[in-house]
């Protein structure tokens, strides 16, 4: 038995002191192993007589189970101090910078146009367009400008040369134009099917898009962004277009306390025209909405005239309804104080950062519009 | 144009202020720009007496004054040599801002002595550039009245006139419309003509193309000169310079009556007949005229030319400019005096061609009123011989007065259809009568002729403006639209719709969307593909932008080089907008343009972040948003446009004629020429070339969600190395489509064990079972089919 005990010591030593998975595996080896030297002593049970293996049986196999528990536990406490060195050597610096991502951004005077766009798909208008190099009829005629009239003047628009057919093409001043092409009744499909082509009465439409002028200043810049409304309907008058103006004017700037005043204005395609001014406060050097004694103006509009009605067909007698023309950028400008609207155009990417939108910005019922 | 109150309370009875004109104007349509009141800025400063004034006891220069103010009796040290007993002058109290010298006064001892104000001088006032003493006002003035009436100092208003409106180019036509909303009574504004003493000497003439009607008159023993105080002061105050009393009356008128008139003086004209008519080529060229503002302007055929002389010499362009050589000076005792209506289309060319805009073609070109062509002339008649004394002639007219208005057919109800606005027909009536206009009422139906001065009124609609502006725009009720049916599908065209997601999309994936011009650089857009003579501007704002653009990169690659210059070269960017290929509406595309200029700062983990081909996956993820088939694109390598590096770039396509998108790296040499660093990769996408989805209601297909575990299989290819590798890919994929769920490329490989000239392609083959799992020799036979179709595609089994 002195021998099992010393076998038992010895083992339990030398378990303890290996030094790596290498080293525990040798000793289980040379114990429990084929040879080893438990495996020896459980051989012997089979020479034994009974008593005697009553007596040894036990003390052996409680020798083989304890060094295989010890075996398994220093396995185990082994793996464990690996693992940790190992961790320890894995060990990054987390302090230092990620890959750069670069921020992307919305353009504020797109982010705008989606503003409006979700607030009059609220009241009903659908979407429409039309092309940005329009001819003399849809961009002057039929909206009822004179020819050489003063009026057309004042638009200062760019010219192509003319065609072959002696045709000026020009870009248009406005987005008025789709009026006529929502309108006009015609034979032809529209040239493109994006194109707003002659829809019946009632019609509630927005255009948003690209307008052009030759004009160059901290306000004017030769490309700017519009958006045209149109609501043609049996009985809709001028107290519709103010009730229409008043609520999206509310909705879009997201302060309390916006007042607005409609002013008599003159357009050769309205009649009556008006000219709608909001509130504002200019003390600062910078305006503010929702608060001062100031009038900015912000948009015109009037009663399509009953000239471009006709011209289009519809007949002024039974539809009549109203028109109007909002600045894009300048909303922009105002709502989320942008001093120059050059700016906008000048794709600095500082800038676009400064003033951009997150892609996730986008108009939504249950968070606003930004 | 500008006027300021008292010569609008020659035409309006009225008590209003400065600030209720300017309301009610801007209520009735007139665009107030500017108002600078005096009596608002020297509100605090009243009239003071000075009651004793006596030697400041420790100053040779002050006198310390008694004053009368309208506080009472003040202390005040004044500095001022006619500082004296009994003058009326101007008093400021503590406490004012004194515009002149920019300072606030404060109570102050002045070298001992306490100050309780100022007595002030009239360039303290800003009233006098400079001053030599305190200002002296008559006695008349009682002790606390205003300054600035004392001063005769009044508001001045600048406005802004609607093109419709030439009424309003002129004071009374202002006051005609404050009056209807309700601001005053208008003071008559006949003209009583004046008997002529004698027949005119001088005849006119016109053919009815260059002057539709011409009234004259002579009026002799004239005395010129420079016109009397309140006259030049009238003028002054507007911004007008006053020349000679003669000029000033027509510029009175002018600006009164917006009737322009012209005098000649008689004794300069060449023989006895003024004659109206279109200007003529000469052998020489065009005619000349010496205009009064010295400058030579050439007369073509197109303008309206007075002359004299026979029709010989050119005096004047009509309803635009007299000629230098007729025109009035001191020394004028003869003067022949000109009212005529110019036709406005002719007026307004003439203007823009010579490059003339007077306060005469101003008016024409809008159109002056066709009842006061004579009247204007006998209303200059009478200042004139008020002014200058002299004997008038009879009045001389030649041509046709051009008919009035006609009458429109109005029902008051329409008022309220058109406008909302609840007003009882009396009251539209009496608001159009009071501006003029004339109605014969036969039960509901009205004819309502407009006054001469209104050519600008033909319809209903316009007599409902004219209601609703002078009843008040404030009372239009706000009235919510009818409720209609909303679109089940949203509002948006898809193209509308592609452009949000592609905004929405690129930003979340780091890319700056901007807006630029959608015109570009002739050159550049030749280099893009465009530039045709078509696309050109002909008044471009500048002629680095004469050209619409033919694609939307090179604006995007310039605002790069711009980024760049100012020290931020790394930049990802996009703009959804128009490109043009002709000047038709169906030439116009839409695009979805990017770039990404990488020059990312250098990272100690040296991973790259940008390269070419997460430009691709930005751009296939785009279209797999914007709904393309992308699992069925080719790939067209090498086939995209010119702009693109030729082995860097590819289209991808449904088809040769449905090209949805082009990708790859710019050309050197484009970004050289657009002065850019490269490298610079992008795509453009054309939005209305991707075919629309056919959607069928909102539910989906079910989904498939196979319970088998897939398996993969590794196969290398030999291919020859110019050959895309996405053919072979396609093939193997195409080789069981029940069974393969997806090939991709792991690696390629040149070089060493490969054969000379080609490559190997390595690809992982995802096998997704069906019913049941494939048994070895299934997967076997799959293999085979695999390498069959890699060899039909080129590609041989690497072993």
Known sequence: MTDLTTLEAELSASIAAAADAAGLEAIRVAALGKSGSISGLLK????????????????????????????????????????????????????????PRRKGSVHPTLQVMEEMTAIFAEMGFQVAEGPDIEDDFHNFTALNFPEKHPAREMHDTFFFHPGPDGERKLLRTHTSPVQVRAMQRTNQPPAAPWIAGAMEPPIRIIVPGRTYRCDSDATHTPMFHQMEGLVIDKGIHMGHLKWTLETFIARFFEVEGVVSRFRPHHFPFTEPSAEMDIGCDRSGGEVKIGTGSDWLEILGCGMVHP??????????????????????DRLAMLKYGMPDLRDMFESDTRWLGHYGFSAFAAPNPATGLS | MKFTLSWLKDHLETDATAAQVVEAMTMAGLEVEHVSDPAEKLAAFTVAKIVEAVQHPNADRLRVCQVDTVDGRLEIVCGAPNARAGLTTVFAPIGTFIPGSGITLEP??????VSHGMLCSAAELETAEESDGIIELPDSFPVGASAAEALGLEAVIDFEVTPNRPDWLGVAGIARDLSAAGLGKLRDLTVTPVPGRFPSPIAIKVDGEA?????????????????????????????LRPINTLVDITNLVTYDRARPLHVYDAAKLVGTTIEARLGRHGVNGDEHLIALDGKTYELTPEMSVISDAAGERPVGIGGVMGGESTGCSDETTEVFLESAWFDPIRTAQTGRTAGITSDAQYRFARGADTGFVVDGLELATRLILELCGGEPSQVVVAGQTPPPPPAVAFDPAYVQQLSGLEIPPEKSGEILEKLGFGIEKSGKSWAVTPPTWRRDVEGKADLVEEVARIAGYDALPATPLPQTARPAGGVLTVRQNRARIARRALAAAGYAETATWSFTHRA?????????????????????????????????????????????????LFEVGPVFAGDRPQDQRMVIAAIVAPHAPRGWDKRPRDDLFTVKADLLALLEELGAPVASLQTAQGSASSWWHPGRSA????????????????????LKALDVDGP??????????????KKKGKTRPAADLPTLMPLSRDFAFLVDAAKPAGDLVKAVAGADKALIASA???????????????????????VQPREKTLTDAEIEGLSARIIAAAEKAGGRLRT
């Open chain 2, 744 to 766: 991709r490329v792991f690696d390629v490989y040149q070089g060493a064990g490969v054969l000379e000239g080609h490559k190997s392609i390595a690809v992982e083959v995802m």
């Open chain 1, 307 to 328: 000239n471009v009605l006709r011209q289009c067909g519809i007949d002024p007698d039974v539809h009549q309804g109203f028109a109007f023309g909002l600045g894009i």
């Open chain 1, 44 to 99: 012997t049970l089979g020479s034994m007589s009974p008593d005697e293996r009553r007596e040894a049986g036990p003390a052996i196999n409680g020798l083989r189970d304890r060094v295989a528990a010890l075996l398994t536990e220093r396995k185990t406490a082994l793996e464990a101090a690996e693992l940790d060195a190992r961790l320890a050597r894995e060990t990054v610096d987390l302090s230092l910078p990620a890959p």
């Open chain 2, 651 to 670: 289209r991808l396509q449904l088809g040769p004629k449905a090209v949805l998108a082009e990708v790859g790296e710019l050309h050197p040499a484009v």
């Open chain 2, 211 to 239: 002057c539709r009607v011409f009234s004259g008159r002579l009026i002799r023993g004239v005395k010129n000169g420079p016109s009397p105080a309140w006259l030049q002061a009238r003028l002054k105050a507007i911004g």
């Open chain 2, 108 to 113: 102050r001892p002045v070298r001992g002595v």
């Open chain 2, 680 to 693: 610079v990769y992008g795509f453009e996408i054309w939005v209305e070339a991707i075919p629309e989805p």
């Open chain 2, 524 to 572: 550049t857009a030749r280099m893009f593909g465009g530039g045709a003579d078509a696309l050109v501007l002909a008044n471009p704002m500048s002629a680095d932008i004469d050209t619409m653009r033919p694609s939307g990169l090179p604006n995007l690659i310039e605002a790069a080089g711009r980024n760049a210059r100012r020290g931020f070269p790394d930049v990802a």
